[in-house]
């Protein structure tokens, strides 16, 4: 294993004492007091929880804030697509992960979903490595002009029954006509699931969506966005490097083998995360702990470690 370093350039601010610590009472509302954290765009930290606390936790929390359908549509939607394994009630497996491979930043799903709160609970993690990074989005960052997401969008040739609209609702993840194809769409790929209606991936303008915390319309650097912005992988390795926290094997490596998401990413978009993010937090979580952030304004991703170092297993709930 080897780590390299290097501190020259420019870097995000620091922004740990954005991540605050609670107490955590058993049996009593412990909701109340995360959400006000999170109204203040504050990343909140809850330590020395069993599994089924942070289920009940997380619970309360999603319900106060109305999102109690939406994280028990999450965690059945993700089991159902099988790359996720349920824990619990309402946390599921973090992806699985090569060897020495990092999961760069992103704001957990997309635009469609619009998902309000990311949370983690750790079970245990021993590794050298596997350090939590969360970077909070730069609302003003020039690139966002730059960026494009990944997006679904449909095109019909004849006028769709309602019971149509629901079906390709569900089947394609598509509200029509609202994600009618627009003329600014770079079109990657076309095709015809259903006569007379065709199916788009397409790369749009990122769009600012509604977080009920801030009640505030607000960019989020999708996973929708990261998964394909060459640069992000890049960029991502760079900050690692840059923060000390990079594990890399004896015979090197290039990045696209530390990358989970190396073949999905399809553009290079120019960002700089020293632009696209205004804050850091490095946090390595400990058995027992539960962090909860808003999805939309704070980024999640994961450092790697040396295989053999230890064991890593998070477990994720969004809502
Ligand atoms: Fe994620």
Not at 259 to 280: H, I, M, N, P, S
């Amino acid at each position: 294993m080897m780590v390299e370093k290097n501190a020259s350039g420019p870097s995000i601010a620091d922004g740990t004492d954005r991540l605050v610590t609670l107490l955590h009472n058993k049996g009593a509302d412990n909701a109340t007091a995360v959400i006000e954290a999170l109204k203040k765009d504050q990343v909140v930290l809850l330590k020395k929880l069993s599994s089924s606390d942070a289920d009940v936790l997380m619970n309360a929390i999603a319900n106060k804030l109305g999102l109690g359908d939406s994280l028990q549509l999450q965690a059945a939607f993700a089991s159902s697509l099988g790359h996720r394994e349920k824990i619990g009630n309402y946390y599921m497996s973090v992806n699985a992960r090569e060897n020495y491979q990092f999961v760069s930043p992103h704001s957990e799903g997309s635009s469609f979903i619009n998902m309000q709160l990311a949370s983690f609970y750790c079970y245990e993690n021993t590794t050298d490595g596997g350090e939590t990074i969360l970077l909070h989005v730069n609302q003003g960052a020039q690139v966002w002009q730059k960026l494009r997401e990944l997006v679904t969008r449909g095109k019909s040739q004849r006028p769709l029954t309602p019971p149509e609209v629901k079906q390709i609702k569900v089947a394609f993840r598509l509200n029509m006509p609202a994600d009618t194809l627009k003329p600014e769409d770079e079109i990657l790929s076309r095709k015809m699931p259903v006569p007379g209606f065709e199916l788009f991936d397409v790369l749009t303008k990122p769009r600012k969506m509604h977080s009920q915390l801030l009640d505030e319309d607000l960019y989020a650097y999708w996973d929708s966005i990261d998964s394909i912005d060459v640069d992000s992988a890049e960029e991502f390795y760079r900050f690692l490097i840059k923060e000390g926290l990079i594990k890399l094997p004896a015979n090197r490596s290039d990045v696209k083998t530390l990358d989970t998401d190396a073949d999905r990413r399809v553009r290079k978009f120019g960002d700089k995360y020293e632009q696209l993010f205004d804050r850091k937090i490095i946090y390595k979580m400990q058995s027992g702990d539960f962090v909860i952030q808003n999805n939309l304004s704070w980024t999640h991703a994961v450092n790697n470690w040396t295989p053999g170092s230890g064991t890593r297993k998070v477990a994720a709930a969004f809502a």
